[in-house]
């Protein structure tokens, strides 16, 4: 067993985001999966930013001080994850390819900003920009 903490940085806001979040499962000899909402820490989100990542536009996992982002960082849960449960088999099944991956992402990416639009949700970088706007 390990101590070794695996960040994953994600939109809490966003129904489908969260939903991912709080059901995908690692190994537990891989490590601890903590959930971070990047509206809520604004050093890791500035972490993020300064990497040149922008969180609206993808989930950022952070394991070993690498920064893995959009379909890297969902290619890397899956082949983390246990294959316990229906929902961990099928990211398994989708996501362990890299390639599937990359062509999957964007359009789950897209899906997440509509929802985000159908609901009035600001994006985590215009909320930054506002801030910066009042000053």
């Known amino acids: 067993m390990t101590n070794k903490q695996i960040l994953l940085i994600y939109d809490k806001e966003c129904p489908a985001c969260h939903f991912y979040c709080q059901i995908v499962r690692i190994r537990q000899s891989v ?27 993808g989930m950022v996992l952070k394991m070993d001080g690498q920064l893995y982002y959009g379909a890297d960082a969902i290619h890397l849960l899956a082949l983390l994850s246990g294959r316990s449960g229906v929902f961990n088999r099928l990211n398994y099944w989708l996501f362990s390819s890299k390639k599937v991956a990359g062509i999957l992402y964007p359009i789950l990416r897209s899906c997440r900003n509509l929802l985000l639009k159908i609901l009035g949700k600001t994006k985590i970088n215009n909320l930054k920009q506002e801030d910066n706007d009042r000053f």
Not at 36 to 56: K, N, S, Y
Request: proline content about 4%; hydrophobic content about 40%.
């Open 31 to 57: 490590g601890e999966l903590v959930l971070i909402d990047a509206r809520e820490h604004p050093e890791v989100l500035q972490e993020i930013t300064a990497e040149g990542l922008d969180i609206d536009q």
